[in-house]
């Protein structure tokens, strides 16, 4: 499986942007898919995550009421919606598929990762 991330940018504070993450040579269906970041200096985190059957989704409280993930199967292809974006979100953001956790450790294939850069 190849995940290709893009998407990321420049924007300023309170801006939006929408990264996708598209998938070649499995079915994104066949399991989660999960978003996380990594800002300078910093681990990578957790931003979401969503399983296809019964839409099931996770949040990371930093995020919740602000991002929304979701897929297009018909395009085989992970969305992350990001609106009121905030300088704390500057990161480079990597989707992932793999288990349905908040653990990058149950992922098993990555995309490159896109950056995402909020100014003040």
């Known amino acids: 499986v190849q995940l290709q991330a893009s998407g990321g940018g420049l924007v300023q504070a309170g801006g939006s942007l929408r990264l996708s993450c598209v998938a070649s040579?499995?079915?994104?269906?066949?399991?989660?898919v999960g978003w996380f970041r990594q800002a300078p200096g910093k681990e990578r985190e957790f931003v979401a995550a969503?399983?296809?059957?019964?839409?099931?989704?996770y949040y990371a409280d930093s995020v919740k009421g602000r991002f929304t993930v979701s897929g297009d199967n018909a395009k085989n292809t992970a969305y992350l919606q990001m609106d009121s974006l905030e300088p704390e979100d500057t990161a480079v953001y990597y989707c992932?598929?793999?288990?349905?956790?908040?653990?990058?450790?149950?992922?098993?294939?990555w995309g490159q990762g896109t950056l995402v850069t909020v100014s003040s």
């Open positions: 969503f399983r296809w059957g019964g839409h099931r989704k």
């Open positions: 992932a598929t793999g288990g349905f956790s908040m653990s990058s450790m149950a992922y098993n294939y």
């Open positions: 040579g499995r079915s994104l269906r066949t399991a989660a």
